[in-house]
């Protein structure tokens, strides 16, 4: 229990977070905003596999099965008890209703027990705070403000810009006080006094954003379309990782896929088009059909590594692969960087899912280099959904003393701007 002997001595404000917008039970437990002490995460992948993405009855389902075990694993990790908590922040939007509601309403019984606040979060804002979190465990100077941020997984494909909060409304809508506003995560995120012990009302961590929408796609997600093209392709699911792996081995200039073509809002997205685009190519050459059948057979023996699939893939298919990484790659660094630079952000945060893209990854970094922006992602576990970018995001409403009461309700499609 020497952890807990800790943080009951520096009053750093425990927060537990609890996510449950889609395929993931996730609960965390974080300290002073800022310090992760435990994240877990309940991945539903097994049971949306062979329905080739999240099916909603059985999200809420899955959601209801998982819960209690979940925030119990975070709390022991964490080794702390449900009394050491200062606050339970849960997602209160967007996302799967259903799903959405198992969280919330476990949240809302737990904080009514305990008789400790109840702090509703937007996930993207959440995804946003990711960045935070990461620059803080790994020490880094935390990410200049304002920031363009491109949140992109299966869910989402957006780009907002992040400020420090002025102190008027916020992202959630409610007024708050301005006394805490114009705070991002820098130096005074740190103890307040040599001894480490923060006065309650110290904005440590307390980094309130307010945000404003430059553009977001405007059909499928980015992490929508790779999961579509892998289900023609007959790679499993979701389809991400396992083509971010084959797109190393084959061509990325064999297939020329054309931008797509859109009026109006230069930062918009479209990844419909290109999804069709694989699936007329497909059409072309039925020579490729064969070694579709046969990865199919071998999704049905439980074969899904990239090293098992490759096996499986002739080089024009790798083509496809390495082609449609690149499009897609490729319109995302472009739209977000030319939204940087054309709005005066000065540094580049990507969250979500697909952030984990090798290639993107290296794309943004060379490009920021090029254009003088510095670029920032979470680690893996950070950038998937997880809880701890919860309860991160909930501190600083925690501290603002925005919290919830028995009407919180999911919020499907809550916007964060
Ligand atoms: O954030 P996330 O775990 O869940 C939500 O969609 O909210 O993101 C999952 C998505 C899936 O579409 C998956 O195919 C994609 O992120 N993804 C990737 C990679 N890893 C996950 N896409 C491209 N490259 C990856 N390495
Ligand atoms: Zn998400």
Known sequence: MEIRAILLTTQRKIILGIESSCDETAAAVVSGGDTILS????????????YGGVVPELASREHLRQIVPVVREALEQAGITLQDLDAVAVTRGPGLVGALLVGITYGKVLAKALGKPLIGVNHLEGHVHAVFLEAHAAKL???ELPAACLIVSGGHTVIYSVKSDQGSADSNGAARPAS?????FSSDIKPASSAGVLSPEAPNGAAHFS???????????????YDKVARLLALGYP???VMDQLAQHGNPRAIRFGEPKMKGNVYDFSFSGIKTAVLYHLKRH??????????????????????????????ATLDLIASFQRAVVDDLVARTIAAAQQNNLRSILVSGGVAANRELRASFEAEAKRHNLAVFFPSRALST?????IAAAGYPRFVAGQHEDATLNAEPNLPLA
């Open 211 to 225: 945000y404003e929408r430059l553009g977001g796609t405007r059909d499928d997600a980015a992490g929508e379309a």
């Open 39 to 50: 994240s877990i995460v309940a991945s539903q992948i097994a049971i949306h596999r062979k």
């Open 180 to 184: 805490l506003g114009g705070r991002s």
């Open 385 to 389: 959904d997880n809880a701890a970018m």
């Open 286 to 315: 039925p020579e490729l059909q064969p070694e579709i059948d046969a990865r199919k057979e071998a999704l049905a023996r439980g074969e899904r590594s990239a090293d098992a699939l490759r096996k499986l893939a002739s080089a």
């Open 239 to 241: 389809g991400g990782p």
């Open 141 to 143: 100077t935390p990410p």
